[in-house]
């Protein structure tokens, strides 16, 4: 394996700029035959040979401008074609015929069988298993497909752009052809063939063009398939209000397949979808998957332009298009729902995934130097760190000027493939302001800490933050340098009303909320007029991706949770608050949570109040850093104490509002489904005041309604929520209700695979529990959906069964991800990044990980996987 730097980047030898390919598909072998216009560069010197990316083809033809080449001119080796023989005219046409074998190709990268129908993902690099190629973003091609199969078993047939012809054939056979008028890198190449039905829609832009919308899924799917169209809708409009950006083609086409390795994939006019992305009803969905729908379609969406029209130059700037895209969907997400929530969501997943991942063996810079194996860096650091980056940007730059930004880069760089520094330096050239210290932020690995003290000095009325920041050091990467932080702040008097913010040299008041900019190894901000000591409401909507460390006393923290007028803030200084009296234990070896009567008594005071106007709110306060977020808070992990403690302030919360939790939810009753956030945010709270209901002293009238309300759920949020309650606190007719539920959705895949996961996620089961159930007959490894839906949960959402203290957990995941390997590199690489904290993990544990580890190094592994295993034990 070979890795592959930055610094060595170099434009293409040769480009491609026309393709037209014809794609055969037969039971057995499917046929590729390419006619490539190739370009010699101005620079590349005559005679230079031509090199092709290529994998797992079988080479049938070969011609240059007519002639067949002799079999001395050319080699293939390793992943490419070499031609050594090549025209001096810089333009020349290459023919090329190879076969694939789509049928086995578990990878599920390049041309690939799922359910019956053919599909393809080819980003970053699966085109080169399609045909030969320059398979890099740089390459910019106009693509003509012709696709033909058998007419009865495949009488959809798709690809990007615009169908222009299509017919039958001899022998049951037809085809069709598309051409996209658009010059697109090959990873955005797509095409599809099956039998499938279609949700038809259409969009007005708003020039007054009208653009066909089509959402193809199996038939049964289709009444599943509304949600989807009405959040594209939502997006395209959307994108044309907030970004200036329209629609270019006349048709917008989503494909829902089964078998897929990530979320979904933008690929030009036709995206093709995960079904867990697509697929959303009341009857199978719950308001988690609704909401994730929604963002997944805009996402894709949204990177016609951020991605398609404007796309990387190479994939080390990933996060060009993964940063900007995630950000966008963030605000539309915001748009549509509650903004508050939205940001605890999003923050809760950086500081549990980027943060951990920052923090352990994996950590990598948002753009980085060096790879293996690109498939490696499609993580949390690229897309959702790169995205606060952007917000950033957003915030010092304010709406206007950041607008302004977008349109100068899409204006300035259509068609074009790009870097990181370019989208930093429209920003800057349509603000005129010097954005250069952010590029920093993409070359460091690492979560930079945010050091503030206070003074307030009641004689000269002034409040001093004194504000230091640190970036950990990595092995392995240079010296971390300063980094510009936004930090958002108010100050707020005791009667909960926030100051007037005016800094000395200042001659008024700025507001009473400012962003200020930490970017001094030290600094100070001396505010005026400052009569008594405020409490400090800092980094709200937390305005960068740092740990804040200050001292706040609890009763601050218990003053911001109940006052301030930030909501994301109230749940930040809980989450504080909940975090320190549960390392005290933890770590500190106090014998109880410390300030703890505080505390409930506090949340006495707020909840009822809270669930009247924010329930969404009430029920985000009362979910707990998770266990995985705080053994990453600690040095030396012991998984069972972090979860026991966790447990206990859990239980004694639950024990000091146990008659209020049980009213909540006996008093509360589902109806019909309505996908709004009061709606949802009702759900939530309710969801969450089950949890806490059974963990207090829950009454036989409790108990028998969690059963009644699993039966007679009107939505799968309601059934869920009683089915997870019962199986995750080991009620009696759990059996029961799990074989109820397995009965009543067996045909409905995405809700076996919620049904596998509530088990591998009950912390009362383990190994024995998830190894019994690789066993049923439902289960597969080839479908990444249901893979993860008992490996991936039970190693990441069930830590205190994962790690047990015997290492069956980890002994369990190793085997998984070695038959994993054969068949699905990428996966299976991902999967192994659950022992990514193996090496704080306590002595006893951490031999037995280790046991694990090396057992895999063994072992001949793909690209994947060993990249990641070594970076594990490295
Ligand atoms: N761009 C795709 C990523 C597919 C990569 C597969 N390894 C999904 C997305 O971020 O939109
Ligand atoms: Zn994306």
């Given at each position: 394996p070979r890795t592959v730097f930055l610094k060595d980047y170099q434009a293409p030898a040769y480009g491609i700029p026309r393709v037209r390919l014809q794609v055969d598909i037969h039971d057995g072998v499917t046929r590729v035959t390419a006619g490539l216009n190739m370009r010699r560069a101005e620079s590349t010197p005559v005679g230079t040979p031509l090199k092709l990316h290529g994998v797992n083809l079988t080479l049938k033809a070969l011609a240059i401008d007519g002639a067949e080449l002799e079999a001395d001119a050319y080699t293939v080796a390793g992943e490419e074609l070499v031609i050594h023989a090549v025209p001096e005219a810089a333009d020349f046409v290459l023919h090329t015929e190879v076969e694939i074998d789509p049928e086995h190709n578990t990878a599920l990268e390049g041309l690939y069988l799922s359910k019956g129908m053919y599909c393809t993902q080819c980003e970053p690099e699966g085109f080169r298993k399609i045909t030969y190629f320059v398979d890099r973003p740089d390459n910019m091609a106009l693509f003509t497909t012709t696709i033909s199969a058998d007419k009865k078993r495949y009488p959809v047939l798709l690809a990007n752009g615009n169908c222009t012809t299509r017919g039958d054939a001899a022998n049951g056979r037809h085809f069709a052809t598309w051409e996209d008028p658009f010059p697109k890198p090959s990873y955005l190449f797509a095409l599809v063939a099956g039998n499938l039905a279609c949700l038809e829609d259409h969009f007005v832009t708003r020039s007054g063009r009208k653009v066909t919308l089509k959402l193809f899924a199996e038939q049964h799917d289709l009444r599943q398939c509304h949600h989807a169209m009405e959040s594209l809708k939502a997006s395209m409009r959307w994108d044309e209000e907030r970004y200036g950006r329209e629609y270019d083609l006349d048709i917008f086409m989503i494909v829902a397949v089964s078998h897929f390795n990530m979320g979904a994939m933008e690929n030009k006019g036709l995206n093709i979808f995960n079904t867990s992305c697509v697929l959303a009803h009341p009857e199978t969905t719950t308001d988690l998957g609704f909401q994730r729908v929604e963002s997944v379609v805009a996402h894709e969406y949204f990177h016609n332009w951020s991605g398609n029209r404007v796309t990387c130059r190479d994939w080390f700037q990933l996060s060009l298009k993964e940063g900007f895209t995630v950000f966008r969907d963030q605000q539309f997400s915001a748009d549509q729902l509650s903004a508050s929530v939205q940001r605890i969501e999003d923050v809760a997943v950086l500081r549990n995934a980027q943060f951990a991942e920052d923090a352990g063996p994996l950590a990598h810079p948002v753009r980085p130097e060096s790879f293996i194996e690109i498939n490696n860096f499609y993580t949390a650091t690229v897309y959702e760190k790169g995205a606060e980056i952007v917000r950033m940007l957003h915030t010092v730059l304010g709406e206007a000027d950041f607008r302004k930004g977008t349109d100068l880069y899409f204006d300035r760089h259509d068609g074009q493939g790009v870097t990181v520094e370019d989208f930093v330096q429209a920003l800057a050239d349509a603000s005129g302001r010097d954005l250069s210290p952010f590029m920093q932020w993409y070359r460091q690995p690492g979560t930079p800490v945010l050091h503030v003290s206070t003074a307030h000095d009641a004689v000269a009325q002034t409040y001093t933050l004194t504000v230091r920041q640190s970036v950990p050091a990595k092995t392995g990467f240079p010296e971390p340098k300063l980094l510009p932080i936004p930090v958002k702040l108010a100050l707020f008097a005791r009667d909960g009303q926030p100051l007037p913010l005016q800094l000395t040299g200042e001659s008024a008041a700025v507001g009473v909320e400012r962003v200020l900019i930490a970017d001094q190894a030290e600094q100070r901000w001396v505010f005026t007029g400052v009569t008594e000591a405020p409490v400090p409401s800092l980094l709200?909507?937390?305005?960068?991706?740092v740990i804040l460390d200050y001292a706040a006393g609890d009763e601050e923290l218990l003053f911001l949770m109940r006052h301030d007028n930030n909501g994301f803030n109230r749940w930040l200084s809980a989450q504080t608050l909940f975090e320190r009296m549960m390392l005290a234990v933890i770590e500190g070896g106090a014998a109880e949570l410390p300030g703890l009567a505080a505390v409930l008594e506090s949340l006495a005071g707020l909840l009822p109040g809270l669930v009247e106007t924010d329930p969404e709110l009430a029920a985000k306060l009362l979910q707990l850093p998770t266990e995985n977020y705080l053994a990453d808070k600690v040095g030396v992990i012991d998984p069972q104490r972090i979860h026991d403690v966790r447990l206990g302030l859990q239980k004694a919360i639950a024990k000091h509002l146990s008659a209020f939790f049980q009213n909540q939810y006996l008093n509360g009753h589902e109806s019909s489904y309505q996908y709004s956030s009061e709606a949802i945010a009702a759900r939530t709270w309710r969801d969450v005041s089950l949890h806490y209901a059974l963990l207090g002293t829950p009454s036989f009238t409790l108990r028998d309604a969690v059963g009644e309300n699993y039966r007679k759920a009107p939505h799968m949020t309601e059934r869920m929520s009683a089915l997870r309650a019962l199986v995750h606190h080991d009620a009696p007719h759990a059996a029961v209700c799990l074989a109820d539920f397995f009965g009543r959705f067996a045909k409905e895949a995405l809700v076996i695979d919620s049904w596998f996961a509530v088990q591998a996620t009950n912390p009362l089961r383990g190994v024995e529990e998830v190894r019994r159930l690789t066993a049923h007959s439902a289960f597969t490894l080839t479908n990444p959906n249901r893979m993860r839906s008992l490996l991936a949960q039970f190693a990441n959402a069930n830590p205190v069964q994962f790690h047990r203290a015997d290492g069956a957990g980890y002994r369990l995941i190793g085997e998984k991800i070695a038959e994993l390997d054969a068949l699905n590199p990428q996966v299976a690489s991902r999967l192994l990044g659950a022992f990514s904290r193996w090496k704080r993990l306590e002595p006893g544990r951490q031999a037995l990980a280790r046991e694990v580890l090396q057992g895999l190094a063994g072992r001949a592994l793909s690209n994947d996987t060993s990249e990641t295993l070594g970076r594990l034990l490295g």
């Amino acid at each position: 394996p070979r890795t592959v730097f930055l610094k060595d980047y170099q434009a293409p030898a040769y480009g491609i700029p026309r393709v037209r390919l014809q794609v055969d598909i037969h039971d057995g072998v499917t046929r590729v035959t390419a006619g490539l216009n190739m370009r010699r560069a101005e620079s590349t010197p005559v005679g230079t040979p031509l090199k092709l990316h290529g994998v797992n083809l079988t080479l049938k033809a070969l011609a240059i401008d007519g002639a067949e080449l002799e079999a001395d001119a050319y080699t293939v080796a390793g992943e490419e074609l070499v031609i050594h023989a090549v025209p001096e005219a810089a333009d020349f046409v290459l023919h090329t015929e190879v076969e694939i074998d789509p049928e086995h190709n578990t990878a599920l990268e390049g041309l690939y069988l799922s359910k019956g129908m053919y599909c393809t993902q080819c980003e970053p690099e699966g085109f080169r298993k399609i045909t030969y190629f320059v398979d890099r973003p740089d390459n910019m091609a106009l693509f003509t497909t012709t696709i033909s199969a058998d007419k009865k078993r495949y009488p959809v047939l798709l690809a990007n752009g615009n169908c222009t012809t299509r017919g039958d054939a001899a022998n049951g056979r037809h085809f069709a052809t598309w051409e996209d008028p658009f010059p697109k890198p090959s990873y955005l190449f797509a095409l599809v063939a099956g039998n499938l039905a279609c949700l038809e829609d259409h969009f007005v832009t708003r020039s007054g063009r009208k653009v066909t919308l089509k959402l193809f899924a199996e038939q049964h799917d289709l009444r599943q398939c509304h949600h989807a169209m009405e959040s594209l809708k939502a997006s395209m409009r959307w994108d044309e209000e907030r970004y200036g950006r329209e629609y270019d083609l006349d048709i917008f086409m989503i494909v829902a397949v089964s078998h897929f390795n990530m979320g979904a994939m933008e690929n030009k006019g036709l995206n093709i979808f995960n079904t867990s992305c697509v697929l959303a009803h009341p009857e199978t969905t719950t308001d988690l998957g609704f909401q994730r729908v929604e963002s997944v379609v805009a996402h894709e969406y949204f990177h016609n332009w951020s991605g398609n029209r404007v796309t990387c130059r190479d994939w080390f700037q990933l996060s060009l298009k993964e940063g900007f895209t995630v950000f966008r969907d963030q605000q539309f997400s915001a748009d549509q729902l509650s903004a508050s929530v939205q940001r605890i969501e999003d923050v809760a997943v950086l500081r549990n995934a980027q943060f951990a991942e920052d923090a352990g063996p994996l950590a990598h810079p948002v753009r980085p130097e060096s790879f293996i194996e690109i498939n490696n860096f499609y993580t949390a650091t690229v897309y959702e760190k790169g995205a606060e980056i952007v917000r950033m940007l957003h915030t010092v730059l304010g709406e206007a000027d950041f607008r302004k930004g977008t349109d100068l880069y899409f204006d300035r760089h259509d068609g074009q493939g790009v870097t990181v520094e370019d989208f930093v330096q429209a920003l800057a050239d349509a603000s005129g302001r010097d954005l250069s210290p952010f590029m920093q932020w993409y070359r460091q690995p690492g979560t930079p800490v945010l050091h503030v003290s206070t003074a307030h000095d009641a004689v000269a009325q002034t409040y001093t933050l004194t504000v230091r920041q640190s970036v950990p050091a990595k092995t392995g990467f240079p010296e971390p340098k300063l980094l510009p932080i936004p930090v958002k702040l108010a100050l707020f008097a005791r009667d909960g009303q926030p100051l007037p913010l005016q800094l000395t040299g200042e001659s008024a008041a700025v507001g009473v909320e400012r962003v200020l900019i930490a970017d001094q190894a030290e600094q100070r901000w001396v505010f005026t007029g400052v009569t008594e000591a405020p409490v400090p409401s800092l980094l709200r909507d937390f305005s960068a991706p740092v740990i804040l460390d200050y001292a706040a006393g609890d009763e601050e923290l218990l003053f911001l949770m109940r006052h301030d007028n930030n909501g994301f803030n109230r749940w930040l200084s809980a989450q504080t608050l909940f975090e320190r009296m549960m390392l005290a234990v933890i770590e500190g070896g106090a014998a109880e949570l410390p300030g703890l009567a505080a505390v409930l008594e506090s949340l006495a005071g707020l909840l009822p109040g809270l669930v009247e106007t924010d329930p969404e709110l009430a029920a985000k306060l009362l979910q707990l850093p998770t266990e995985n977020y705080l053994a990453d808070k600690v040095g030396v992990i012991d998984p069972q104490r972090i979860h026991d403690v966790r447990l206990g302030l859990q239980k004694a919360i639950a024990k000091h509002l146990s008659a209020f939790f049980q009213n909540q939810y006996l008093n509360g009753h589902e109806s019909s489904y309505q996908y709004s956030s009061e709606a949802i945010a009702a759900r939530t709270w309710r969801d969450v005041s089950l949890h806490y209901a059974l963990l207090g002293t829950p009454s036989f009238t409790l108990r028998d309604a969690v059963g009644e309300n699993y039966r007679k759920a009107p939505h799968m949020t309601e059934r869920m929520s009683a089915l997870r309650a019962l199986v995750h606190h080991d009620a009696p007719h759990a059996a029961v209700c799990l074989a109820d539920f397995f009965g009543r959705f067996a045909k409905e895949a995405l809700v076996i695979d919620s049904w596998f996961a509530v088990q591998a996620t009950n912390p009362l089961r383990g190994v024995e529990e998830v190894r019994r159930l690789t066993a049923h007959s439902a289960f597969t490894l080839t479908n990444p959906n249901r893979m993860r839906s008992l490996l991936a949960q039970f190693a990441n959402a069930n830590p205190v069964q994962f790690h047990r203290a015997d290492g069956a957990g980890y002994r369990l995941i190793g085997e998984k991800i070695a038959e994993l390997d054969a068949l699905n590199p990428q996966v299976a690489s991902r999967l192994l990044g659950a022992f990514s904290r193996w090496k704080r993990l306590e002595p006893g544990r951490q031999a037995l990980a280790r046991e694990v580890l090396q057992g895999l190094a063994g072992r001949a592994l793909s690209n994947d996987t060993s990249e990641t295993l070594g970076r594990l034990l490295g």
